[in-house]
């Protein structure tokens, strides 16, 4: 049976996943960035964002393991833009530029319909307006029989793990602290209860937790 | 110069250090032998509870960091004991038994005087009124140019962290999800910038981190 994965989805020592005021300026909240700097240090962390150099090793294991096998990604609103409300000029196609690092059929979750974005590189952005479960069933359909990756933000995440549906789990542990922003695991103790932790694996840097259904 | 260290101070993925509701039956709070089950399968925990047996490696290693050059302990009233108030009559020495594993001067902080207990084994118990710096200072001067340790609970230790007292802290991650408790690093990213990560170790059942004063 394919899988609904979530990969690189790391969290600080006080718990968060994302800062405080995302915003044009700071995709992933104040701060945010301290979660990620880790990624640009690794070889495929720079392989994604076409750069060469960066060290091999279990962080750059980790990376490269969230794009095995899958087929489609899925992600919240959040993820896709800071745009809240109605799509205005629908200019905004996304964090990433001309190229975005999916290639593959992407389903962004919104209350606001939109028609589909073809990318460059084999990036679609879908928009899907019924909900965290048909965006599901239309991501697994155009997996074609691999796996969909559940991309963010944390509200979906949050979402699809109290809803049971995330096969596995990968949340690197960054030994920083933000302070604020968007915990993720705070009152998802009841959820996580469904889900072992099969893996605990740490570099100098981060600390990789794994976790599968039980 | 001696220092104030934490050692084996563990937390959950949901941030707590304890679970909540104290009491007799539940030292560490509800679910809280959680977070201190891994211990009694090393080595060094075993030993510290009298018995044999138990793996070694880094786990171990850890439990056993924690005493090496130790001179006193210092801990808050709620780590000795769950009565609240005054002493009533006298009769609780702790969580420990007749022959607790310190072996040497405790300071217990409290509001509420105590005359000083000999146990067996060499730990003295001592009831320090007038404060956490005061309390230190008597176990420096107990430590004889040994370290000190700051054994708990929670809210001693998230103190000592704010007032930049503690020299080393060691925290274990353990993959359990408590839901409720004691939060050992929420509000504390500000304290925490005095604060460096200089170690993160993985065993399969427990991540140890380990911070030092910038």
Redesign the interface.
């Known amino acids: 049976m394919p899988k609904l994965r979530v990969h690189n989805f790391p969290m600080s020592?006080?718990?968060y996943a994302a800062g405080p005021n995302q915003s044009v300026d700071n995709p992933l909240g104040e701060g945010g960035t301290r979660l990620h700097d880790w990624v640009f240090e690794t070889r495929a962390g720079r392989a994604m964002m076409g750069e060469d150099g960066g060290e091999e090793g279990v962080d750059s294991d980790f990376i490269a393991a969230g794009d095995v096998n899958i087929g489609a990604t899925l992600m919240g609103r959040n993820m896709f833009g800071p745009i809240r409300g109605d799509w205005g000029d629908g200019t905004w196609t996304g964090w990433w530029g001309p190229n975005p690092p999916y290639h593959h059929d992407t389903f962004v979750l919104t209350h606001h319909p939109r028609e589909s974005i073809e990318m460059e590189g084999g990036t679609t952005f879908h928009f899907v307006t019924d909900g965290l479960e048909a965006g599901l069933e239309r991501a697994f359909a155009a997996a074609n029989g691999h796996d969909v990756r559940l991309g963010g933000g944390v509200a979906t995440v949050r979402a699809a793990l109290r809803a049971g549906l995330v096969d596995e789990l990968h949340v690197p542990?960054v030994?920083v602290?933000?302070?604020?922003g968007e915990s993720l695991?705070?009152?998802?103790?009841?959820a996580?209860?469904a889900y072992e932790?099969v893996e605990?694996?740490?570099?100098?840097?981060?600390?990789h937790?794994r976790f599968t259904r039980r």
């Open positions: 020592l006080d718990g542990i030994p602290f933000l302070g604020a695991f705070d009152g998802m103790a009841g996580m209860e932790c605990l694996v740490s570099s100098p840097r981060v600390i937790t």
